[in-house]
């Protein structure tokens, strides 16, 4: 069975907490950058990837499915739509690798 990720993102007015020190084009590249490392990690292990967008969003080569809501109504929306397990996966995790995600998939029991 091959493995399957939903990354939720929200595009728009990104990383509201560093608006103090970026403006909203900075957050916005910022955000992109990050999901853009998070998803070539996950394909680098193999890992299909949907984003689970709370705006429109152009990704190429990666499906984006668009709900105008928050993220967290996103989800509940999308995951009773699975009928295998999904792994969820942050858009902002920098220091996330193919070496990681295959040590965390391949755990024993369910995380």
């Known amino acids: 069975m091959k493995l399957r990720a939903v990354i939720p993102f929200r595009p728009e007015n990104p990383k509201t907490r560093l608006s103090g020190i970026m403006s ?15 998803v070539s990690a996950l394909q680098s292990a193999g890992i299909s990837v949907t984003i689970l967008s709370t705006a429109d969003y152009d990704f190429p080569s990666v499906p984006v499915l668009v ?45």
């Open 24 to 38: 909203e084009e900075e957050r916005k590249s910022f955000a992109d950058a990050m999901l853009h490392d998070v």
């Open 67 to 111: 709900r105008n809501e928050g993220l967290n109504e996103a989800l509940n929306w999308y995951l009773p739509q699975e009928d295998t397990p999904v792994l969820i996966v942050m858009s902002d995790l920098p220091l996330i690798t193919k070496a990681s995600i295959e040590k965390a998939v391949s755990a024993a029991a369910d995380i």
